[in-house]
């Protein structure tokens, strides 16, 4: 291999021509040397020429500054500069200038990157990922009022959620002078804006730092975080809102966003919506309110909670009126002209939003919609509308009953309830529990307990369905039973309420009926229909047992004949079964609510979805047969008790009575007191049940002193009630049936002489034996003859019957000591 050459050490050149010829190494042109013939040209590529090694690595370079030896051939390059202590190279000014804008470019592009870019690929991640809630969607969330109508369609009272009262508004029916007088207080760009105002931000940053007061969140963002319920102080919440917002703005008209806005916004007095608001302050609708009105209601946004304060609301309200004026939405001459709205008194339209509606018929309204799977929180969700079957005339009738019974009682235990039903649809037409409030032990108001929905042991009122029972079996009035009294039947003394109850060995079922014979309806069910069958026709007829009602018919022994022991029913349960025989044998389910529709007036049902069917036969024909036999039976009973129908009515129906159980220590006068009355009757359009009596085991008296009947209180209260609801009506009659069975016209017997009966005002001091209604009753050992005591299994003075077949449970629902030991 040849000798390399020598390389010149650095910084100097190694010149061997002239001065100004070209560096050694470079060919000049023309002067190319021609290859010797046969001898390929050498490339400036081989090793050889290039005095390098085969793998092109020059052997005796140490690999440091290899640009170095080329230096010397180039005049563009300068020598290099020297080196600081440090071993840096020292920079010119120009080279420590560009080195500088070379840092500041680097740093603004990462500030664009990591401000601009960076947040602008997220958010467009985060605008794909988030949900915008929908106007649907909201108003599923917005709770409203529920609003309940009586029969006439009027307003019986209005039921505000735990959030306020609100109502909702549809796109189109916010007027443009409350939009205006919002975008005012709130958002002046809303109708530009992307959901977002980039100003406002920056304006609201500002305020932050220099502590200033107001916020940079749009109509938009407000409407975001009203509508999440989302106002979490961290930057995630901010930065989601701004995606949903933006997002909203694209997929919603502006109509849609401030609709929705106005109708969840909070306004103070326990008002959401704009609607809502316009109630409560001015007694008037959203569409109806002024600028001065609109601007008052729209300032509040901001301070819902000074709604009362004087000062704050007149220094809002003229921010917006200038605001208005300002973005041109508002002459400045109105402006000029503007008083400030004096709003109406807090809670001033409270009472016309209650209502007339007890709390105890809102409570019973509201059960039967739970039943149907609609519970409160639906109901609020959709601002339920409910449509009831309640009458107001007969509501009337019934309250006012109810408290003339009353009128001049002087037994403070004495208590009562009256439920009407409508025979042709089931539909309760008025519903009385007893007061709606009533003094505790410290004199302090608390509601009332709903007494016609607590179960009672019903007397001789339950006859009724002993005779249906007895009539499904093909039996009819005509057949004959021993009615005489003292009468030893299932091992037990069967006694009746004394002379006038008792009809002699030969008694129909008509007679036994209209004189209430306990030792004819205790051997009928004992021997011929047993308990399960009068069981199975209160059902049919209306009575509800758990799990649907309170109601309780036991079976296991005999003393559901009577009324008594475990047996227990409520007065609306009562109203509804006698509904059934009023109406010729149709059951039409009784229900309290006669459509329910949303705040759109969307209907969810209505009365077609009512159950209807034959009460007592598979055939409607032969249902309205037994029912008609029923009636017959039972319209005798009413001028029996002294009392009398509605004029041009026919009226049926019964009574019922149960005894009080003596304690030890109790006066003399106690063993005659009576614990439960009834009077329940009908005519075709419309049946009854009167409850009066005390919670539990309590000997009352009326206000002579005397022991009640059903025939003393609660059957005057039922005929008044009759006499003021119908008062005006169409007269009315019942169809006429065939007789069932033996026909009682055909019957010959021989009765036992009747007492004189005496008025309801001649109640007897000893054994009632001229009573039309009084304690019916049985007992295996009777001490004391001078009073009839219940049939029942030995001496149990407990209601818990104990295991055994009972249609129903839970004690009746409303029974809270045990009943006296004599169903009435």
Same mark, same amino acid.
């Given at each position: ?133 929908? /106007? ?209 008194? !807090? ?18 309204? !509201? ?71 009533? !003094? ?173 069917? /034959? ?148 109640? /007897? ?52 000591? /045990? ?6």
């Amino acid at each position: 291999m040849p000798p390399r050459r020598a390389v010149p050490p650095p910084g100097q050149r190694d010149r061997q021509g002239p001065p100004g010829s070209p560096p050694q190494g470079f060919r000049q042109p023309g002067n190319r040397p021609v290859p010797p013939p046969g001898r390929e040209p050498d490339l400036i590529t081989h090793h050889a020429h290039n005095g390098t090694d085969d793998i092109g690595r020059d052997p005796y370079d140490d690999g440091y500054d290899d640009d170095a030896a080329f230096n010397e051939f180039a005049d563009d390059v300068e020598p290099q500069d020297e080196l600081d202590e440090k071993g840096k190279k020292v920079l010119t000014p120009a080279q420590r200038k560009k080195r500088r804008w070379k840092i500041i470019r680097r740093v603004a592009y990462g500030f664009v990157g990591l401000f601009f870019v960076v947040p602008a690929i997220a958010f467009v991640i985060t605008y794909f990922l988030v949900d915008v809630p929908t /106007p649907e969607s909201i108003q599923s969330l917005q709770n409203q009022p529920i609003t309940y109508f009586d029969a006439n369609g009027q307003q019986l009272g209005r039921e505000l959620p735990p959030s306020g009262d609100r109502q909702l508004l549809k796109p189109g029916e916010i007027p443009d002078v409350v939009k205006h007088a919002v975008y005012s207080a709130e958002d002046a760009t809303f109708e530009t804006n992307s959901g977002f105002d980039v100003t406002g931000i920056l304006r609201a940053v500002w305020n932050q730092v220099s502590g200033g007061q107001g916020g940079g969140s749009t109509i938009s963002q407000q409407y975001i975080k009203q509508a999440t319920q989302n106002d979490a102080p961290t930057l995630t919440r901010k930065w989601t809102e701004l995606a949903k917002s933006f997002k909203m703005n694209n997929q919603q008209s502006k109509e849609e966003i401030i609709t929705s806005y106005l109708n969840i916004v909070y306004f103070g007095r326990g008002a959401s919506g704009i609607q809502a608001a316009a109630k409560a302050y001015f007694n008037k609708d959203a569409k109806d309110l002024s600028a001065s009105e609109a601007s008052l209601l729209a300032g509040l946004i901001q301070g819902p909670g000074r709604s009362e304060n004087q000062p704050y609301a007149q220094k809002r309200w003229t921010y917006v009126m200038d605001q208005m004026v300002a973005n041109k939405w508002l002459p400045a001459a109105d402006r000029a002209t503007a008083q400030f709205p004096t709003p109406i008194p !807090k809670n001033a339209n409270k009472e016309q939003n209650s209502g007339k509606m007890t709390y105890q018929l809102q409570q019973r309204i !509201k059960d039967e919609l739970a039943a149907k799977g609609y519970d409160e929180n639906k109901l609020f969700s959709t601002g339920a509308k409910i449509y009831t079957t309640i009458d107001p005339a007969a509501q009337a009738a019934a309250e006012q009953a109810a408290q003339d019974g009353m009128k001049g009682q002087t037994d403070e235990n004495l208590l009562n309830a009256l439920v009407a039903v409508n025979p042709k649809t089931g539909g309760v037409l008025a519903y009385y529990g007893g007061p709606e409030l009533v !003094k505790d032990a410290g004199g302090k108001d608390q509601i009332g307990q709903d007494r016609a929905n607590q179960a009672r042991n019903p007397g001789s009122s339950v006859k009724a369905f002993d005779l249906t029972a007895f009539l499904k079996m093909g039996k009819g009035l005509g057949e004959t039973f021993d009615g005489s009294n003292n009468r030893v039947l299932g091992g037990r003394v069967v006694r009746n309420a004394g002379d006038s109850a008792t009809c002699g060995k030969e008694c129909t079922v008509a007679e036994a009926m209209e004189r209430s014979t306990n030792t004819v309806f205790y051997d009928m069910v004992l021997n011929v229909t047993k308990p399960s069958r009068v069981a199975e026709a209160a059902k049919e007829a209306g009575v509800k047992v758990a799990p649907e009602g309170k109601s309780v018919l036991y079976t296991d022994d005999n003393n559901i004949s009577l009324g008594g022991g475990g047996t227990a029913v409520t007065p609306e349960d009562m109203a509804a079964a006698y509904a059934s025989f009023a109406s010729g044998g149709t059951y039409h389910e009784q229900h309290f609510v006669a459509k329910l529709a949303n705040a759109q007036d969307e209907v969810e049902f209505d009365e077609n979805n009512i159950k209807t069917n /034959p009460a007592f036969a598979d055939d409607a024909a032969k249902s309205q047969q037994i029912a008609g036999n029923v009636t017959e039976a039972l319209k005798p009973v009413i001028n029996h008790s002294n009392l009398k129908c509605p004029p041009g009515h026919e009226c049926a129906g019964k009574t019922g009575t149960q005894q009080y159980t003596p304690k030890d220590g109790d006066p003399a006068a106690y063993a005659n007191r009576n614990a439960q009355t009834w009077m329940v009757g009908y005519t075709p359009s419309v049946s009854a049940a009167v409850w009066v009596g005390g919670d539990g085991n309590k000997p009352l008296h009326d206000k002579a002193g005397k022991p009640i009947f059903g025939a003393t209180v609660a059957g005057p209260t039922w005929q008044n009630f009759l006499n003021l609801y119908l008062k005006g009506k169409p007269a009315e009659k019942f169809d006429k049936v065939s007789p069932i069975g033996k026909d009682v016209n055909e019957v010959t017997t021989t009765q036992a002489k009747p007492t004189e009966t005496p008025s309801t005002s001649q109640t /007897p001091t000893t054994t009632p034996s001229t009573s039309t209604e009084q304690t019916d009753s049985a007992t295996s050992s009777p001490t004391k003859p001078t009073r009839p005591t219940r049939p029942g299994p030995g001496t149990s003075q407990t209601l818990d019957p104990g295991p055994g077949n009972t249609f129903g449970g839970g004690g009746g629902g409303g029974l809270l000591a /045990p009943p006296g030991s004599g169903p009435g």
